[in-house]
T-cell receptor
Framework: GENVEQHPSTLSVQEGDSAVIKCTYS??????FPWYKQELGKGPQLIID?????GEKKDQRIAVTLNKTAKHFSLHITETQPEDSAVYFC??????????FGPGTRLSVLP | DAEITQSPRHKITETGRQVTLACHQT?????MFWYRQDLGHGLRLIHY???????NKGEVSDGYSVSRSNTEDLPLTLESAASSQTSVYFC????????????FGPGTRLTVL
């Protein structure tokens, strides 16, 4: 079955700097890759997603890149702000079925 | 606004008791999912449903059951609660039919003593 690894497990950046979180997956059939942000005491919230027919997607300060050959995808947050501090999860799935999540990255943005 | 809700938000129970966690969504989504979240493991799939009367086992289904009698609800039952089932439980739903985004509820924190 699918296995998703995520690095780093914790990340601290200065406000205004960029943050990058990387995930790898094992099943070449996976074709949908969402990223979720989870704030303390809340459920995960989708922030961006990408499908296997696209190499990059941007939404304001957030971008995701996908390398199908290497089976890895990354989340990029630019101009980080204190409100970006949270736990971020990547996931992989085949046509939205059977999501497999990475273990999460705790991002701290230091003022 | 359409939403997904979970109840209770917090529950303390004793080993061996039956516990049911409720999940209700008003989006009319076909697909519903239950996950548990434990430190170091991220989110792990317990059970899922692709429609009324459809249920399927996920990665960590032992000791849990679900039933789907209508579109809006997917209750999760712990038949005989064990301390290993102390966790935070999240329900999620997605529209299905190519619309893959899963939307999560606020979670239920369950403690089994």
């Amino acid at each position: 079955g699918e296995n998703v690894e995520q690095h780093p497990s914790t990340l601290s950046v200065q406000e205004g700097d960029s943050a990058v979180i990387k995930c790898t997956y094992s099943d070449s059939a996976s074709n949908y890759f969402p990223w979720y942000k989870q704030e303390l005491g809340k459920g995960p919230q989708l922030i961006i997603d990408i499908r296997s027919n696209v190499g990059e997607k941007k939404d304001q300060r957030i971008a995701v890149t996908l390398n199908k050959t290497a089976k890895h995808f990354s989340l990029h947050i630019t101009e980080t702000q204190p409100e970006d501090s949270a736990v971020y999860f990547c996931a992989a799935s085949i046509y939205g079925q059977n999501f497999v999540f990475g273990p999460g990255t705790r991002l701290s943005v230091l003022p | 606004d359409a939403e997904i809700t979970q109840s209770p938000r917090h529950k303390i129970t004793e080993t061996g008791r039956q516990v049911t966690l409720a999940c209700h969504q008003t989006w009319n989504h076909n697909n519903m999912f239950w996950y548990r979240q434990d430190l170091g493991h991220g989110l792990r799939l317990i059970h899922y449903s692709y429609g009324v009367q459809d249920t399927n086992k996920g990665e960590v289904s032992d000791g849990y059951s679900v039933s789907r009698s209508n579109t809006e609800d997917l209750p999760l039952t712990l038949e005989s609660a064990a301390s290993s089932q102390t966790s935070v439980y999240f329900c999620a739903s997605s529209e299905g039919q190519g619309r893959d985004t899963q939307y999560f509820g606020p979670g239920t924190r369950l403690t089994v003593l």
